[in-house]
């Protein structure tokens, strides 16, 4: 089932969702998959540092949340560059997972980068030295977004995976 609610995040928000992804993304989990400095997500008082104002960050990114019973249970970062929509960072909390939460909040952005013109959607997710993707791999293919092949290097261990999806 999926979430009764999504909504714009507010900055009351932040500790639910520093919560959220702390409970969710391990250290040790996501080392070799991720780059240290980029989780703001991690820390209220990180979060608090590159939200600007509204559910608007820093870098064009926008929060949405997905609440069940009034209690936050997921969280997505878009933001439209051009013609696309680019999602950066989705997190569904654990006990959460497997109940289309994520479907729901990706399908809530999808339309609302549509509204916005945008042709189509991007995102990525990573793979570690040893050539394994990270887990949403299989996520991303499930909703119609496609591997375009190409592997970017990044300055850690692990590459970025670029996805796209037509709007149209």
């Not at 209220?44 to 009034?70: S, Y």
């Not at 969280?75 to 013609?83: L, P, Q, S, T």
């Not at 999602?87 to 006990?95: H, L, Q, R």
Request: charged share 25%.
């Amino acid at each position: 089932m999926a979430c009764s609610v999504i909504r714009t995040a507010t900055i009351r928000d932040i500790p639910s969702i520093v919560k959220i992804r702390l409970a969710t993304l391990a250290e040790e989990e996501i080392s070799g998959f991720s780059a240290p400095e980029f989780a703001y997500t991690s820390s209220i008082e990180k979060l608090q540092e590159v939200w600007i104002t509204g559910n608007m960050l820093k870098d064009g990114f926008e929060v949405f949340v997905a609440e069940e019973k009034d209690r936050l249970v997921g969280y997505i970062m878009f933001k439209v560059d051009g013609d696309s929509g680019y999602i950066d960072n989705i997190v569904v909390a654990k006990v959460e997972q497997g109940k289309r939460i994520g479907k729901a909040l990706v399908g809530y952005v999808e339309s609302l980068a549509k509204s916005k013109g945008c042709s189509h959607m991007k995102t990525d997710t990573t793979e570690n030295a040893n050539g394994i993707a990270w887990r949403s791999y299989g996520f991303w293919t499930s909703m119609g977004y496609k591997d375009t092949g190409i592997r970017l290097p990044t300055k850690y261990s692990f590459k970025e995976i670029p996805f796209v999806k037509n709007l149209k």
